[in-house]
């Protein structure tokens, strides 16, 4: 048997049997390894809505087998016809391919309680029905010629436009998948990059050869059998990679959060890239020397390069030995303390959530400690538990599997309470510790103690982070010993600064609620001793139709009052709305104190300058002309005025309310003028300002307020002219 249909029919068996050995451990998982995720696979499954990546990855090997089987026939084949026909079948089947390994780039360990974005299901169904509509449509067209080339004298097929077309699809379908991969690996931290970095690494072999040989196939306008051979060759070896992967326990259980950024400094798309340029400049070459029999062995020599490169750049190993080599021989601290400290500032600046904070840190310290295994447990209010919060390396279901019990929490937070440092949680002889090992396990038992680091703050204890399963085994050193507290006492800081601005936002709403309560009820109270006086006396005078008539005329204004109330609080739900026109502020002024009812005591003084049209909704400036005119009024005394002016100063149209009453003293305007249920009234809710305000500063205006106790009180609204 030749070499390309023996290595066709092993690829072909090996993709088969990946295909078949996955699906059989959806259901009957074996005791050890990925073989072994078992029940912890299936619960997670349920959380996340079901299976998808493990089922798109068996279609997608399943498929990749068939496609082998037809590379074999054709391969095989005696007559051109025979080989054409197989040939014909191997691209019909390799048309289903792209859609589903894109599908499967897009799900495989990524958090699927996220909705996919729009634009990737387009792409996702421009991937599918692209290559069914080119087989369907074209399929006489795929193949316009088949021959033989020396010195092999293996078949070569010319490709038609529809050929080309799938070629096309194919590569740019690859270099998505490999983006997605990579997205995803780099996403990924601790463990969860252990768990998914072979199988990455076999499906990226898989597709940069696949992306190679389409490459080829459109430089050439043919698809030879040694390219096939070429393909047949990775695929044994992705299936190989692959079952290492497989071997490792909750593979398909990981979730990591790739960036929405997609295209974002992305090694696939730079080595995809350089790579293309490189090939199509050794083609062009080629040409204009007459012809190169050698290019295609010089393009995959550049394409072993690439990948060697990329390998490098990705791998944690060869970063550490950097690092350690730069640290060693040229005499720098093990640490660039500076820049560590700058990158966990930045990274934990806006974290204003527990989960958010914890998920970023986990990463962080991972990231800096080379720690596969990096865990934080938050303790609870009344420091009786220790709560899962994020881990590098478990997930919330093995998490809650693993909680400490409350009687062996309370022990740890005690024993940390009182002791703020790091502490090697495997030389430890103390309970605690051993109790604290049961719940945060180690992956690998050969690579180096587990430590422990309390977060502490304010004299308590917030929470626990370990630390373990270090790259190459490498133990932890007196600086790694002293970064990790500084660390966590960052760390900890963060996570007191977040619990006590919850709390300070819980009591601000409550002392809102109490306010809004005690206005409510008191005038409630008022309200109900008025009905409650009608109704004693209803019997006795109920004959009285002056009495009948008073009774009604209070009922009537009793509902009024109750309606009135009910609107004001309304204002503090509702979300504003404006309708902005080109409006004349004097006329407004002048129909808004039309409703103005003047008393004995209050002298209303109006001076309206001619002032350029402003943009407002005519109704809301109504009420704030309305509202600061009878804030005013309940501010007088006797012989009390009011002025109400309009002006224009400095590009702004200006409304001045002035009175002479008794005026404010600078706390309350600092701190309670425009909060909702502050207010110096007998009967006021403290929601005038407040609505006041928001109108204003929704037409991108301000108010400014000018007052002294005894000698009155000045309001400004400043429009923008329109």
Not at 439 to 457: D, N, S
Not at 503 to 519: C, D, G
Not at 548 to 569: A, C, F, K, M, P
Not at 638 to 650: P, Y
Request: net charge positive; glycine share 6%.
């Amino acid at each position: 048997m030749d070499p390309p249909v023996l290595l066709a029919w092993l690829s072909a068996s090996f993709a088969a049997a990946t295909a078949l050995v996955t699906g059989l451990l959806e259901h009957h998982p074996r005791p050890s390894g990925f073989l072994a995720a078992g029940r912890e696979a299936r619960d997670y499954k349920r959380c996340e809505g079901g299976a998808g990546p493990h089922w798109l990855f068996v279609a997608g090997m399943a498929v990749l087998a068939v496609e082998g089987v037809f590379t074999g026939l054709s391969a095989a084949a005696v007559l051109p016809d025979r080989a054409a026909y197989w040939q014909t079948w191997r691209l019909s089947t390799w048309a289903c391919l792209p859609g589903i390994w894109l599908w499967f780039s897009l799900s495989y360990a990524r958090d699927r309680s996220r909705k996919r974005r729009l634009g990737w299901r387009i792409v996702l169904a421009g991937i599918f029905l692209a290559p069914a509509s080119l087989v369907v449509l074209f399929r006489r067209g795929l193949l316009v010629s088949v021959g033989q080339a020396p010195p092999s004298y293996q078949w070569v097929f010319g490709l038609g436009l529809p050929g080309m077309g799938l070629e096309m699809v194919f590569l740019l379908s690859a270099l998505l998948v490999l983006m997605n991969l990579e997205q995803t690996f780099r996403a990924s931290v601790g463990t969860m990059r252990w768990r998914i970095k072979f199988l990455i690494l076999g499906l990226g072999l898989l597709f940069v050869v696949r992306a190679h040989t389409s490459i080829q196939a459109l430089l050439f306008r043919a698809s030879s059998c040694s390219l096939q051979t070429l393909a047949s060759g990775a695929l044994l070896l992705a299936c190989l990679v692959t079952a290492r992967s497989l071997l490792r326990i909750g593979h398909f259980e990981v979730s990591v959060y790739p960036s929405q950024a997609l295209l974002h400094s992305s090694l696939t798309v730079l080595l995809a890239g350089i790579y293309l340029i490189v090939v199509g400049v050794l083609a062009k070459v080629a040409v204009l020397l007459g012809g190169d029999t050698s290019l295609p062995l010089k393009a995959f020599v550049v394409l072993v390069a690439m990948v060697l490169l990329a390998t490098l750049l990705l791998s944690d190993h060869v970063r550490l030995l950097l690092k350690r080599l730069v640290s060693r021989h040229f005499q720098r601290p093990l640490h660039d303390y500076p820049s560590v400290w700058r990158t966990f500032a930045r990274g934990t600046a806006r974290r204003v959530e527990e989960s958010d904070l914890c998920a970023t840190l986990v990463k962080l310290v991972s990231e800096v400690f080379q720690a596969l295994s990096v865990t934080i447990c938050l303790a609870d209010e009344r420091k009786k538990r220790l709560l899962f919060a994020a881990s590098t390396s478990l997930s919330e279901a093995k998490a809650a599997r693993l909680n400490l019990d409350p009687e062996d929490a309370a022990q740890v937070i005690g024993a940390l309470s009182s002791h703020p440092e790091p502490t090697d949680l495997d030389a430890s002889k103390e309970v605690w510790a051993s109790a604290l090992r049961r719940a945060h396990p180690e992956e690998f038992p050969r690579a180096g103690h587990r430590v422990c680091v309390p977060l502490c703050a304010g004299g308590e204890l917030l929470g626990v982070m370990t630390v373990g399963d270090r790259v190459d085994d490498a133990p932890l050193s007196v600086q790694d010993f002293d970064l990790l507290q500084s660390v966590g006492d960052q760390a900890a800081t963060s996570l007191l600064n977040i619990q006590l601005s919850r709390r300070l936002v819980q009591a601000k709403q409550i002392e809102a609620f109490q306010a809004m309560s005690a206005f409510f009820v008191h005038d409630l109270k008022n309200t109900t001793s008025t009905l409650s006086l009608m109704l004693k006396n209803l019997p006795v005078h109920y004959q009285d139709p002056q009495f009948r008539e008073e009774t009604l005329r209070g009922i009537s204004q009793t509902v009024s009052h109750i309606n009135d109330l009910i609107s004001r609080l309304s204002l503090l739900r509702n979300e504003l709305s404006i309708q902005p026109v080109a409006s004349d502020l004097n006329q407004l002024v002048t129909s808004a104190l039309e409703a103005w009812q003047p008393t004995p005591q209050a002298e209303l003084v109006t001076q309206l300058r001619p002032v350029p049209n402003v943009m407002v909704d005519p109704a809301q400036i109504r009420k704030v002309v309305l509202n600061l005119v009878l804030n005013a009024r309940e501010a007088l005394s006797a012989n009390g005025q009011i002025r109400v002016e309009t002006s224009q100063q400095n590009g702004w149209v200006v409304l001045a309310v002035l009175d002479n009453g008794c005026g404010m003293n600078a706390d309350f305007m600092e701190h309670s003028l425009f909060r909702p249920f502050q207010t110096t009234k007998k009967n006021g809710l403290g929601i005038g300002m407040f609505h006041c305000k928001a109108i204003v500063e929704a037409h991108r205006g301000h108010i400014e307020v000018q007052s002294e106790p005894g000698k009155g009180t000045a309001f400004r609204v400043l429009l923008p002219r329109a």
